[in-house]
């Protein structure tokens, strides 16, 4: 699964195999040709990428644990309808077939990955570190148990992933960007222009007449969906989160410090650290004996460690915390050790090991009056989702009765929240966004609704609930040419004075291309040529826009040319020059794209790599057996 490449995105050959995969997951079909390749029948094997095989078991597994994240994310479980609504079956399909690629040429190189390369990797990775940026065992254990993996097969994933990992930067790591190509971004950036440009405003055009009534109706006529009222509905809204329920006064001072005694160390100040060397042996006695030759001086730790030709970022663990080591026994013997004092030979995860503590640098704690405050409070919310899914069974309840919320929460004691009118942006009738919870999503829900729906309750992201009952619908409308009569007549306007100075313009623009300069054409207008310097593209230059500079920018130098500025101006422009700062390949900004232009083109090659393995070693996929492992009803 794409997650395994723990790597990705710490460098650029790790952002290159992010978006290849990526990329994949969307097109691997078209790689290997899915109309020709998929069967029916029944098979515990579900795909094979040349020797390798992708069970039934794996697919299930994996599509199971996209639907759980994918759940965690919007806050609520979702449907075999809904996951495949969001192209999951797809998309764990081709990410399954696309990792079996790299396995099957893992499996042809005869690639290994040793249990060490595993432990380092996971510990280097800083998704499970802490503030101070070493590995957290806690987090790491908490992490895996938010997504539904364990330990075991974590590790497991890690070893294919890190062999994988080596073909991609095999594939990937010696590219270097053409010198041209690297130039040619940066002057398209770099470049900077000079122009003298005239504004032109209404002053420019003449009075504009007042409209008839039957041009105001007939531009109604002609935009009324302009004008159109979108629909808005009424809803009765509850919102409860365990932050409502709280109550710290309530909570018992034996409890704050029973917590406080728990975790104090490690959430108000800085943990015991200790400096930790190691040497790692194929066996128990092969420690003993080195045990015994570091006991009669036979030889020192360091002296042992290059004896043994250990790589210094191997022995040097460095400064951890006891949460720190990803193996639990080589933690305990580290901290029961003093100062300078080496082990006993130490049965750990991947083999026997001696330590030595070089240094010890002691914990800190804030004194318990400091943290008593925020303690009791987050016990307090701690008890309340308790609460809280008492409360959320109480009201779901009553809600299956067919009762109304408003009804219901005033009965339990809360108190609804009651929008007269919201449309399906979450604005009301003045354009106003309307405050509300969930805002991003509960307008979209309650415009899914409809009245006497009972809609399922929304998940917040504190662990509450938010549900609703839409109470009213007023449909879309076209609103009356009375109703909006100002707008219709601003809009008028503005729309001829635009047209106007559109016409004016372009004029102007034909004197300029027969010969005249803008100095001249100036001295029929109100306002006068402005000096424009150092113009970056897509960048507003005041009294420039972004939109005005860019039509600079699409003008060759020495030409004209003109564009708008809002609604009621225009500018009238002359390109007087274009420079660009010379390419220098030491530069940090040249680094920047050259590394920008090693990932684009990286991505090009892995991309064409996968589909030459797969188009050698073939793929077959039943979809069949997919469809029945991942359950999906089709």
Do not use: C
């Amino acid at each position: 699964m794409l997650r395994n490449m723990r790597n990705v995105g710490r460098t650029w050959i790790g952002k290159v195999v992010a978006g290849v995969l990526f990329t994949l997951l969307i097109l691997s079909f078209a790689v290997w040709g899915i109309g020709d390749i998929f069967r029916g029948g029944t098979s515990a094997t579900i795909a094979r990428v040349g020797e390798t095989e992708i069970t039934a078991e794996m697919a299930r597994q994996t599509y199971q644990d996209q639907v759980r994240r994918l759940s965690i994310q919007i806050g609520q479980p979702i449907t075999p309808t809904e996951a495949r609504a969001f192209g999951l079956d797809r998309q764990v399909l081709s990410s399954l077939v696309t990792e079996a690629t790299l396995d099957e040429r893992a499996r042809q190189l005869g690639l290994s990955v040793s249990d060490q390369l595993v432990a380092d990797a996971i510990m280097q990775d800083p998704t499970f570190h802490d503030s101070a940026g070493n590995f957290d065992r806690n987090r790491f254990q908490a992490l895996l148990g938010n997504v539904g993996l364990t330990e075991e097969r974590y590790l497991f994933e890690q070893r294919d992933a890190v062999a994988r990992e080596q073909i991609v930067a095999a594939i990937a790591s010696d590219i270097s960007a053409p010198i041209a190509a690297m130039e040619a971004v940066h002057r398209y950036g770099a470049e900077r222009r000079e122009a003298r440009f005239l504004i032109l405003d209404e002053s420019d055009i003449g009075v504009v007449p007042s409209p008839s009534e039957q041009e105001l109706a007939d531009f109604h006529q002609e935009n009324l969906a302009r004008y159109r009222a979108p629909e808005y509905r009424s809803a009765s809204i509850l919102a409860i989160d365990p932050q409502d329920l709280a109550d710290p006064a309530a909570v018992a001072e034996s409890q704050v410090r029973a917590v406080y005694e728990q975790e104090g160390e490690t959430r108000f100040g800085a943990p015991e650290r200790r400096e930790v060397q190691r040497i790692q042996f194929s066996d128990e006695d092969e420690a003993r004996e080195a045990a015994r030759a570091l006991e009669i001086g036979q030889t020192d730790f360091e002296g042992l460690a290059r004896e043994r030709g250990i790589p210094d970022d191997v022995f040097e663990m460095g400064m951890l915390t006891r949460d720190g080591f990803i193996d639990r026994a080589l933690a305990d013997a580290a901290f029961g050790l003093a100062e300078g004092e080496i082990s006993d030979p130490v049965a750990g995860r991947f083999g026997h090991s001696l330590l030595r503590v070089v240094t010890i640098e002691d914990g800190r704690v804030l004194p318990f009056e400091e943290v008593e405050a925020e303690i009791r409070e987050e016990i307090a919310i701690e008890e309340a989702r308790d609460r809280m899914r008492r409360v959320y069974d109480e009201i779901e309840d009553q809600r299956a009765t067919g009762r109304p919320l408003e009804e219901i929460a005033r009965e339990a004691g809360f108190t609804p929240r009651l929008v007269e009118a919201i449309d399906a942006e979450g604005r009301d009738p003045a354009g106003n966004r309307i405050d509300l919870p969930l805002a991003d999503r509960l307008s979209g829900e309650i415009f899914d609704s409809d009245i006497g729906i009972d809609n399922a309750a929304l998940r917040t992201d504190e662990g509450g609930y938010v549900w609703f009952d839409v109470t009213g619908v007023q449909p879309a409308r076209n609103r009356e040419l009375s109703e909006v009569r100002d707008a219709v007549a601003a809009d008028w306007r503005r729309e001829q004075v635009s047209l106007r100075l559109r016409e004016v313009a372009n004029d102007k623009l034909e004197q300029l291309r027969t010969g005249q300069d803008l100095e001249t054409i100036a001295q029929d207008s109100a306002g006068s040529v402005a000096q424009a310097e150092g113009l970056a593209r897509g960048q507003a230059s005041d009294p420039l826009d972004s939109a005005a500079v860019n039509a600079v920018f699409a003008t060759r130098v020495g030409e004209s040319g003109t564009a708008p500025l809002g609604d009621t101006r225009r500018v009238l422009f002359t390109v007087d020059q274009a420079r660009a700062t010379p390419f220098l390949t030491t530069t940090p900004a040249a680094e920047t794209i050259g590394d920008r232009l090693q990932g684009d083109i990286g991505e090009d090659l892995l991309t064409q790599f996968i589909a030459q393995l797969q188009d050698d070693v073939g793929v077959s996929v039943n979809e069949q057996a997919y469809r029945e492992a991942i359950g999906l009803d089709f």
